[in-house]
């Protein structure tokens, strides 16, 4: 099993080494966001550093919306999908190697977002281990609920327009903690950062836990 | 010609319809408006006519949790027995707990505008999760109209649907604990002291609210019944067509 | 021994029945053409019997498996070559050669085989799919399945795009699969070609499969 979700998250990340499509485009997409956000709250430093956790976070979801995208598109090309269910893969091994290979991306994202919002923001970090924990326990769960709710919408048409309605309400809560903890991070409100960064984590395993029960169903197309 | 009423539907719409009527007249002309005077001032205080709103209110956010109740019921059922019955019911379900979902945040719009000074109050665990749990539902209505055979969308539908509860849970959590944390202004609703009638009156309008809730689920799950039975009966009429292809050497 | 057994089968793409009762029989080493005009349902029977498509209606057995059961077993036991390659564009020949035979647990020494066999160029392994022509990709796309060494092969228009070595190769790989024992229905409108490799034809209209009462056996 675990030979198997590493051949699928290793597949997909060389196929994103290739075509650069996280690095190139959801990536520049994401600090583009920022630049946005900077004209609209007109540039406002004060205010722009105290809103950094959201804005940051506002930014990565929307990023994420693009990398599921292309996380579902690899496969539904020239119908790779069907060759995964000729090859006997797990369901729940073809679910955990998509959702590594999409956490690495979009930590990737994240680590770049980051630069950008020191620079153009000016955020300061002062709790550096709360950051990163809480990072890596927001983007797990972005990458486990984000490739789940791919998979349900496989090759769909309709996929584009649903995508964002279906997976960003079920976002939110990970937006509430990965806010809060950020914040407490950089030093911009005080809340127990640690607390809600127990929660992302809680998230994510139970995401985790719902996309390896449900693959099998879903993969299958009828 | 199919009709989706019957004997027990009729009699239960009508009922509903009474119902309707009587809970008008106790809604606005039993029951006094929420007017008190304070101990210290002299003044009138109070909700006033606006607390009439709770008697709408009220029933409609209860059946929007209980319809989403209902729909993961049935998605549970769906996965669990391959039943098309009750992806039917699920999915008639859904469509009136959006419906009603949406009902409470405009109700509860209206009613915070005299009470609360303001349409839409951040500190309220309940808004928040009732505007997701609308968010969610019409994300849950676009998967219903995906394409697929029917069993492929039962599918996919049933896990969004269970999804759909367990969303809303997490959200409802997280957003209690967020406002806990953030400070904000908690939600205060003034503690009115309610008379024997206003209580009856809130109790009525939940059980009608409930009973309105069933006969509009009977219905629509019939119609969706019907419209299965028809694609049942448009596979036969396809295959007859598909096969004539056979003798007629192939489509044109 | 019959490897495919349909009675009466209909499967349905969303509400169209592409197979409105076909009934087809395919024993062991036995090479089978399925022919017949655009849209008769051949590349649907192909995709039931490769175990993707769920019967609604009729009986179906491939491999001794009921499909309307349990179509998941036979899936890597059955080596299908559809219109779409099921490759990846941004990988190369080799990788896309060596990720499917691990996800199907091929030996490398059956990677390396199948690649021979298909007679894949050494500079090609290297190319990216996305700039291969379409009969390399034919080729590369047979080569997976090929790796599998599968004991029924399911193949639809298999000459697609191919170049005359090409073509030779994939009508040895029918003859030598059926002689080993193993089973092959292929769809295709070359039947001046296809005909000669085959033991029987079976012509499909309408979404019905027919067995042809008096098959014309060549070899």
Redesign the interface.
């Known amino acids: 099993m675990f030979a198997e979700i590493v051949l699928i998250a290793a597949k997909d990340l060389r196929i994103e080494w290739r075509s650069r499509v996280s690095l190139n485009q959801v990536a520049p997409f994401a600090v583009l966001i920022l630049v946005l956000f900077g004209f609209a709250l007109d540039a406002d430093r004060a205010t722009l550093s105290n809103f950094t956790p959201g804005l940051y976070w506002v930014a990565i979801l929307l990023a994420s919306i693009l990398a599921v995208h292309r996380s579902v598109g690899v496969e539904a090309g020239e119908g790779a999908r069907e060759g995964l269910l000729l090859s006997g893969l797990r369901p729940a091994s073809v679910f955990l190697g998509k959702t590594a290979a999409l956490i690495v991306q979009l930590l990737v994202v994240a680590i770049a977002l980051l630069g950008g919002v020191v620079l153009l923001y000016e955020a300061s970090i002062e709790e550096p281990a709360l950051l990163v924990v809480s990072l890596i326990g927001a983007v797990l769960g972005v990458g486990a609920a984000g490739t789940l709710y791919g998979a349900i919408l496989g090759g769909q048409r309709a996929r584009e327009t649903v995508l964002p309605i279906l997976l960003l309400p079920v976002l939110s809560p990970v937006l509430i903690g990965a806010t809060r903890s950020f914040g407490a991070a950089m030093g911009t409100v005080a809340a127990d950062g640690w607390a809600w960064t127990g929660a992302l984590f809680g998230f994510a395993a139970l995401y985790l836990a719902l996309g390896v029960v449900s693959h099998g169903i879903l993969m299958e197309e009828n | 010609m199919e009709i989706t009423a019957s004997r027990t539907t009729r009699l239960l719409g009508f009922s509903v319809l009474a119902g309707a009527a009587l809970l008008v007249f106790l809604a606005f002309v039993a029951t006094d408006a929420d007017v008190r005077i304070d101990a210290n001032s002299g003044d009138e205080i109070g909700q006033f006519d606006a607390v009439r709103l709770i008697y709408v209110h009220v029933p409609v956010a209860l059946i929007a949790y209980f319809a989403f109740f209902v729909t993961a019921v049935g998605s549970a059922m769906v996965l669990v027995k391959r039943s098309v019955w009750w992806d039917l019911v699920a999915g008639a379900s859904a469509e009136i707990g959006a419906l009603t979902a949406g009902l409470a945040l405009v109700t509860g719009s209206i009613w915070g505008r005299p009470i609360w000074n303001t349409w839409w109050e951040w500190g309220d665990v309940r808004l928040l999760t009732m505007l997701v749990l609308f968010m969610l539902a019409l994300g849950y209505l676009a998967v219903r109209k995906l394409e697929g055979t029917a069993e492929e969308r039962a599918k996919r539908s049933a896990i969004v649907g269970l999804l759909l509860i367990v969303n809303v849970i997490i959200v409802n959590r997280s957003v209690e604990w967020w406002e806990n944390d953030t400070l904000h202004q908690q939600s205060t609703i003034a503690d009115a002291t309610i008379e024997d009638l206003t209580l009856f009156t809130l109790f009525f309008s939940m059980v009608l609210g409930l009973a309105a809730y069933t006969w509009m689920l009977i219905h629509r799950f019939r119609l969706a019944w019907l419209e299965r039975q028809d694609e049942r009966f448009g596979l036969e009429d396809a295959l007859k067509r598909r096969r004539e292809e056979a003798t007629q050497g192939g489509p044109t | 021994m019959s490897v495919i057994e349909l009675d009466n089968v209909?499967v349905?793409?969303?509400?169209?029945?592409a197979l409105?009762?076909a009934t087809l029989r395919v024993d062991a080493g036995e090479a089978v053409l399925l022919q017949?005009?655009?849209?008769?349902g051949k590349s649907t029977l192909l995709r039931l019997c490769?175990?993707?498509?769920?019967p609604e209606r009729g009986s179906a057995t491939v491999l001794g498996i009921d499909l309307s059961t349990n179509r998941?077993s036979i899936?890597?036991r059955?080596g299908?070559v559809?219109?779409?390659?099921?490759?990846?564009?941004?990988?190369t020949v080799a990788?896309n050669i060596r990720?499917?035979g691990?996800?199907?647990?091929v030996s490398e020494a059956q990677q390396k085989a199948a690649i021979a066999r298909l007679q894949i160029e050494e500079r090609l392994l290297d190319v990216?799919v996305n700039r291969l022509s379409a009969g390399q990709r034919r080729r590369t796309a047979i080569a997976?399945a090929a790796s599998r060494r599968p004991e029924l092969w399911l193949l639809d228009e298999p000459h697609a795009g191919l170049d005359q070595s090409g073509r030779d190769i994939v009508d040895s790989l029918i003859t030598d699969a059926a002689a080993a024992g193993g089973a092959v229905l292929v769809a295709s409108h070359e039947l001046d070609r296809v005909g000669p490799v085959v033991d029987r034809r079976v012509t499909i209209?309408?979404?019905?499969a027919r067995d042809q009462e008096d098959p014309q056996h060549v070899r």
């Open positions: 209909v349905l793409l969303g509400r169209f029945p409105a009762g017949g005009p655009n849209g008769a490769a175990g993707l498509l769920r998941q899936r890597p059955i299908y559809g219109h779409l390659s099921m490759l990846y564009d941004d990988l990788e990720f499917w691990r996800a199907a647990g990216p997976v209209a309408g979404g019905m």
